[in-house]
């Protein structure tokens, strides 16, 4: 799933680009992936100007000067491919072949076409993707956005409130916390991973376990691997390719994820991969040991 580094690459990539176009087309090629009926879509969006593009965890807001916001939730597969009017072409999301071949495909659920020819492709193999139409005034009060924590590079991310949600779920793993969107938004899979190694934390350890000390090392760590995913361009699986037309590359310098039989950067002991949480985890059995129970 495309986390807050990668939603961030695609809403400046994007931000440059179609922010002032009007939208004069919504094509839905799958009801499920547009939660908005045609009236509304009518009134709210189509004839309406992009006026700025903002972020919220792993939410993509796109601002209409409408008074509506259209909402885009890649989820695990989900893709943007924006295709100029000279055919030139920038996409960010799930990497697959349909990045680069010609659109729509089977992989598309949503089109947006723009006053200067360009067209904003939504595509989304598995479905588990949306884009919803709603006022401004409702947007914080989304049943998504209204439960998201603090975002990780922002003042309102602080080390008390951190710690206090730490306190709530004493027996939770400390990973799945920071995974809940409520503890600290757009932090998934990857980054937890990274920040857990970084802060020298097994990612199964009880979240009543750690000691203060951890715990500081886990807030800073969030806050320094979130930035460098963000000074990357996200991250680059195969052909990975974000709204600016680059290539994302925080996984070539990854300390852990997707590393398993790789040496630790830190110790030089061999990276395993297990599971914590549901999730397939990466750790460094040296600097990362699980405290024994009591």
Not at 42 to 65: F, H, N
Not at 267 to 275: F, H
Request: with cysteine; aromatic share 6%.
């Amino acid at each position: 799933m495309p986390e807050l580094p990668e939603v961030e690459t695609i809403r400046v990539g994007l931000q440059s680009k179609i922010v002032g176009l009007r939208i004069t087309n919504i094509e839905v090629l799958e009801p499920r992936s547009f939660q908005a009926s045609a009236d509304l879509a009518d009134t709210g969006a189509i004839g309406a100007r992009v006026a700025k593009l903002k972020r919220r965890g792993k939410v993509l807001i796109m601002e209409l000067d409408s008074g509506y916001s259209l909402l885009l939730h890649l989820k695990m597969t989900g893709q943007m491919v924006l295709v100029g009017p000279k055919g030139e072409r920038s996409a960010g999301g799930h990497p697959t072949k349909s990045m680069a071949d010609d659109l729509p495909d089977r992989s598309t659920k949503v089109i947006f076409r723009f006053d200067d020819g360009s067209t904003l492709y939504f595509n989304d193999q598995r479905i588990f993707g949306w884009i919803k139409l709603v006022p401004q005034g409702e947007v914080l009060r989304d049943t998504l956005i209204a439960r998201l924590g603090p975002e990780p590079l922002t003042e309102e991310f602080e080390l008390p409130g951190f710690a206090a949600v730490l306190t709530r779920r004493p027996k939770s793993p400390i990973k799945a916390v920071i995974l809940d969107q409520s503890t600290v938004a757009g932090v998934g899979n990857i980054y937890a991973d990274e920040s857990l190694h970084l802060a020298k934390i097994h990612p199964a350890t009880p979240a009543g376990k750690l000691t203060t000390a951890q715990v500081k090392r886990l807030y800073e760590a969030i806050r320094t691997i979130i930035g460098l995913g963000v000074e990357h361009g996200g991250t680059s699986f195969t052909n990975y390719v974000n709204a600016l037309g680059g290539v994302g590359d925080y996984l070539h310098s990854a300390r852990v994820f997707r590393r398993q039989g790789l040496t630790c950067p830190v110790c030089g002991t061999v990276i395993i991969k297990t599971r914590v949480a549901g999730r397939g985890t990466h750790l460094c059995p040296t600097c990362q040991k699980l405290p024994k129970a009591s």
